[in-house]
C-alpha cells in the first residue's frame, strides 16, 4: 500500500497547562510524534497552542479539496495544512464555529459584537482564502445555528421562548450546546442533572431554517420538546435531520425533517424498556443515518443505521470495552472508529480507555430463501483494532474521533499530555524499525 504521509518529525516542546481546562497535574514534555507501544499505530500532535481542539465527531471540519482542516484554539479559528501541518490563524475573537462549508469552504461561526451598549450575537462566514468576512444573521435572543446544509443556501437552527435567560449560566450563552460543555464538573456530575431538570421544563422550541441569500426565515415544527443536534444531510440540501435532546432513556431522539416542514419521521423506535439511540451522524453520501444503540442501555451495544432511501437497517454488534463516546464512519463508508470510553460511563467499561478502528463485517444469511427478509434487521459485527492508548486521557474530554478525507488517519482531541491539543493517529500500523 503507497503511504501518502502528512506527519514529519519535529522538535519536542513544553507544553505549558491551560489554565480552567481539564489537564494533569503533572507537567511533562512530551513528544510531538510517537510510535503508540501498545498499538504500534503512529501518533502525531497536530496544534500547538494549548487549548487547541478538532470539532465535535459530526460536524465538518475540512476544506472541500481535503487538504485542510479547522481547529479552534483559545479565542481564534484556525486552518491545518493535512500535508505539512502549517497552521494559518485564520480568524480571532469570542467565536463559536458551526462548520465548514461543504461546497465552498467558507467557515461558518457566531460571534458577538457590542452596539450601542447592547450585545448582538452574529452568525458569519469567512473566505479562509481571502480572508473576507459576511455578516449573514442576526440572532435574536434563544435563536441559536447549528449547521449549514450541503449547497450552503440555508442555516439551519433552533428557537426557544423562556422568561428565565441568565438563572443558569449554561443557558446565558445558548440553550442548545452540550458540545460547548468542557468542564469537568459539569461532565461528571452536573450535566445529568442539567439535562433532567431541562427535559421537564417543556420550554416552547422550534426550528427555523433561514435562506442564506434572502434573509428570508421559516419556522416549523412548533413543540415543547429540547430541540437540538442539528445535521443538514451532507448531500441532499432540503434534509435535516435532529434529535429530542435529553436523557436517551426519556426521549424518542432522533428525527428527520425536510426544510419546507414536510416528512417529519422518527428513525429508531425503541422495542424494549431502556433501549437507547443516540450520537447520530451522517455517511459522507447521505444515504445512511448511524448512531449508537443499546439495548438494553449499558448492557448490549450496537452501532445502528438506517437508509434513508428504502428504510433499511443494519446493525453491527461490539464488545463492552469497544464501545465508545462517539463512533464514525469512513468517507466510503468501509471502517468505523470509536474513541472510547472510562469506567463512570454508560458502558462501565474495565478497559475501554483506547481508540479503536472496526473493520465491518455482515453475518451472511443462510434462510435459504425459507424466511422473507425483506424487513428484517441486516446484522453484523465488527472486528476491531486498537490504535491508540488513552490511559493517560480524561475522559471529562471527549475524543470526538473522525476520518481524515485520504482516510488515512483518525483525528481527535485529547488532553494526554497536559492541556487539550488536536492530534491523528495514522490506520496504517508504523513499520517496525
Known amino acids: 500500500m503507497e503511504k501518502t504521509c502528512w506527519l514529519k518529525p519535529v522538535a519536542l516542546i513544553s507544553l505549558a497547562l491551560l489554565s480552567g481546562c481539564m489537564t494533569h497535574t503533572a507537567q511533562r514534555t512530551p513528544p510531538r510524534e510517537w510510535i503508540d507501544r501498545d498499538t504500534g499505530h503512529r501518533v502525531v500532535q497536530l496544534s500547538v497552542e494549548p487549548g487547541s481542539e478538532s470539532l465535535y465527531f459530526n460536524l465538518n471540519p475540512f476544506t472541500p479539496d481535503g487538504q ?4 479552534t484554539s483559545p479565542g481564534e479559528i484556525s486552518l491545518i495544512q493535512l500535508q505539512t501541518h502549517a497552521i494559518e490563524k485564520i480568524v480571532t475573537g469570542r467565536l463559536h464555529i458551526i ?8 467557515i461558518y461561526y457566531t460571534t458577538s459584537r457590542i452596539e450601542n451598549g447592547a450585545t448582538n450575537r452574529l452568525v458569519c462566514s469567512i473566505d479562509p482564502n481571502t480572508k473576507a468576512v459576511r455578516e449573514i444573521l442576526k440572532l435574536a435572543r434563544g435563536q441559536e445555528v447549528s449547521t ?11 428557537f426557544i421562548e423562556r422568561t428565565d435567560w441568565g438563572t443558569n449560566g449554561f443557558f446565558e450563552g445558548g440553550p442548545n450546546r452540550l458540545t460547548d460543555i468542557q468542564s469537568a464538573d459539569l461532565q461528571r456530575g452536573k450535566k445529568g442533572t442539567m439535562m433532567e431538570e431541562r427535559l421537564a421544563k417543556h420550554y416552547p422550541m422550534e426550528l427555523f431554517f433561514n435562506n442564506i441569500a434572502t434573509g428570508e426565515t421559516k419556522t416549523c415544527n412548533r413543540c415543547t420538546d429540547w430541540l437540538g443536534h442539528l445535521q443538514f444531510s ?7 435531520m435532529f434529535c429530542h435532546e435529553g436523557p436517551w432513556h426519556k426521549v424518542d431522539r432522533i428525527w428527520t425533517i425536510r426544510t419546507d416542514g414536510s416528512d417529519l419521521k422518527l428513525i429508531h423506535q425503541r422495542k424494549m424498556t431502556m433501549e437507547i ?4 451522524f451522517w455517511s459522507s453520501d447521505g444515504k445512511m443515518i448511524w448512531y449508537d444503540l443499546q439495548t438494553p442501555r449499558g448492557e448490549d451495544f450496537w452501532v445502528a443505521g438506517y437508509s434513508v432511501e428504502n428504510g433499511k437497517r443494519t446493525w453491527y454488534h461490539l464488545e463492552r470495552n469497544e464501545w465508545g463516546v462517539h463512533f ?9 472508529s470509536s474513541d472510547g470510553g472510562d469506567g463512570k460511563m454508560v458502558a462501565h467499561a474495565e478497559n475501554g480507555k483506547w481508540l479503536y478502528l472496526f473493520h465491518p463485517e455482515l453475518i ?5 430463501g425459507n424466511i422473507v427478509t425483506t424487513n428484517l434487521i441486516q446484522t ?3 472486528q476491531s483494532e486498537r490504535l491508540v492508548n488513552m490511559g493517560q486521557h480524561d475522559y471529562a474530554l471527549e475524543p470526538n474521533g473522525m476520518f481524515s478525507p485520504d482516510k488515512k488517519w483518525l483525528i481527535f482531541r485529547s488532553n494526554m499530555s497536559g492541556a487539550n491539543q488536536a492530534y491523528a493517529v495514522e490506520l496504517e500500523k508504523a513499520p517496525k524499525p
Request: hydrophobic share 35%; no cysteine.
Open 234 to 240: 451532507p448531500t441532499d440540501p432540503n434534509l435535516l
Open 277 to 280: 439511540a443516540g450520537h447520530e
Open 148 to 158: 449549514v446544509n450541503a449547497d450552503e443556501t440555508f442555516l439551519g437552527g433552533t
Open 380 to 382: 453484523g459485527v465488527f
Open 99 to 106: 462548520m465548514v462549508g461543504r461546497k465552498t469552504g467558507q
Open 68 to 71: 485542510k482542516m479547522v481547529i
Open 364 to 368: 451472511s444469511d443462510r434462510s435459504g
Open 328 to 336: 464514525n464512519v469512513s468517507p466510503d463508508g468501509n471502517l468505523f
